[in-house]
T-cell receptor, first 113, second 114 residues
Framework: DAGITQSPRHKVTETGTPVTLRCHQTENHRYMYWYRQDPGHGLRLIHYSYGVKDTDKGEVSDGYSVSRSKTEDFLLTLESATSSQTSVYFC????????????FGQGTRLTVV | AQSVTQLGSHVSVSEGALVLLRCNYSSSVPPYLFWYVQYPNQGLQLLLKYTTGATLVKGINGFEAEFKKSETSFHLTKPSAHMSDAAEYFCAVSDRGSSYKLIFGSGTRLLVRP
């Protein structure tokens, strides 16, 4: 299995509070992604990174920010959590060359109450 | 813009029967195509992928898929379903021109009846 660790695995937070999810990889892959999974929608891309300090928005980026200060870490921040951000969040990595597929972490289940 | 359509949010088959999960895509460039499987409370695991070359690709657990450019399809099949195949399956297309982002279909939950 690809070395991807997401933390925390579960979190319950209150509306309006900031939340940070962490993704850590040991594969030295260039590309990292944050997706959210909701019933009936599959997985939707929130933000992605193509290198240290290089990030860009995905299709559902409103209310989220990211940072990547090191190759191995990609942080997703909900600045002020809302109930609509209750979801399962997945981090994925890809080297974009010989392995064109993405490898996924185990997910973080976030509940905003 | 690229997109993926999976026909049928739920598919039910008997154990030993053929599994067919449908996927159609749209892409302005030659696509990379993927099937992932997700078991309950787990992440996504790659079943198989098409990048270039042979259009019939074989994956893990006896699954295979055929890339048909003329039909813009990448349907997933398995000759004989096993109880352990019960899971959710996602088809995805890669935006290989821009950071290899994956665009997913909405998923198909496979139920296997004894």
């Amino acid at each position: 299995d690809a070395g991807i660790t997401q933390s925390p695995r579960h979190k319950v937070t209150e509306t309006g509070t900031p939340v940070t999810l962490r993704c850590h990889q040991t594969e030295n892959h260039r590309y990292m992604y944050w997706y959210r999974q909701d019933p009936g929608h599959g997985l939707r891309l929130i933000h992605y990174s193509y290198g240290v300090k290089d990030t860009d928005k995905g299709e559902v980026s409103d209310g989220y920010s990211v940072s990547r200060s090191k190759t191995e870490d990609f942080l997703l921040t909900l600045e002020s959590a809302t109930s609509s951000q209750t979801s399962v969040y997945f981090c994925a990595i890809s080297d974009g060359h010989t392995n064109t597929e993405a490898f996924f972490g185990q997910g973080t289940r976030l509940t905003v109450v | 813009a690229q997109s993926v359509t999976q026909l049928g949010s739920h598919v039910s088959v008997s154990e030993g029967a053929l599994v067919l999960l449908r996927c159609n895509y749209s892409s302005s460039v030659p696509p990379y195509l993927f099937w992932y499987v997700q078991y309950p409370n787990q992440g996504l695991q790659l079943l198989l992928k098409y990048t270039t070359g042979a259009t019939l690709v074989k994956g893990i657990n006896g699954f295979e898929a055929e890339f048909k450019k003329s039909e813009t399809s990448f349907h997933l099949t398995k000759p004989s379903a096993h109880m352990s195949d019960a899971a959710e399956y996602f088809c995805a297309v890669s935006d290989r021109g821009s950071s290899y982002k994956l665009i997913f279909g909405s998923g198909t939950r496979l139920l296997v009846r004894p």
